[in-house]
């Protein structure tokens, strides 16, 4: 009873903070979205306890939230920001974001109802097994391992490239 009490609280924070990374009532300056990212990582940290996945758990918040996200301020505090200097949205960005981000939605939907969720797993060996989980990370899921880094690399580019100033 009390997990479940705890996993819909972390949930909920993971969603709210989640939110507020992309649309932050409260400032409109990159560091404090950054903060509300970190908040995310650690309640899905939080998340992954809850599933008995306590290395994942550490990983995330010794990778993420401390090593990458103490990489992506220093990219924005670097860049020097100010409110008046940001960029205008353009019509075709907008609409070629709008564009990609409704084609991974339809991909990612239909992955997931061609998907057979539970169908030829490994039964679970022992918790926090990380001998294991390497295992099968660099055998049978190396390439959504690969793309979820790159898919990093690329999001650090577009902060790099969302934020910079106009040259005239």
Excluded: C, H, W
């Excluded at 100010?82 to 991909?107: C, F, H, N």
């Amino acid at each position: 009873m009390a997990t479940d009490i705890l996993f819909y609280v972390l949930a909920a924070l993971t969603l709210i903070f989640g939110a507020l990374v992309v649309a932050n009532p409260f400032s409109r300056n990159p560091v404090t979205s950054a903060m509300f990212l970190v908040l995310t990582i650690i309640s899905m940290a939080g998340l992954f306890v809850l599933l008995n996945a306590f290395f994942l758990a550490a990983v995330q918040v010794l990778v993420y939230a401390g090593a990458v996200m103490v990489l992506f301020l220093f990219v924005i505090m670097l860049l020097d920001l100010k409110e008046e200097e940001r960029r205008k949205i353009k019509l075709t960005g907008l609409v070629a974001g709008v564009a990609s981000v409704g084609a991974i939605v339809v991909i990612f939907v239909r992955s997931l109802l061609a998907a057979k969720p539970g169908e030829n797993l490994p039964a679970p060996s022992a918790i926090g097994d990380t001998a294991t989980l390497g295992k099968m990370l660099f055998t049978n899921y190396l390439l959504p391992f690969e793309i979820v880094s790159i898919l990093l690399l690329v999001a650090m580019v577009g902060v790099i490239l969302l934020s910079k100033k106009d040259l005239k």
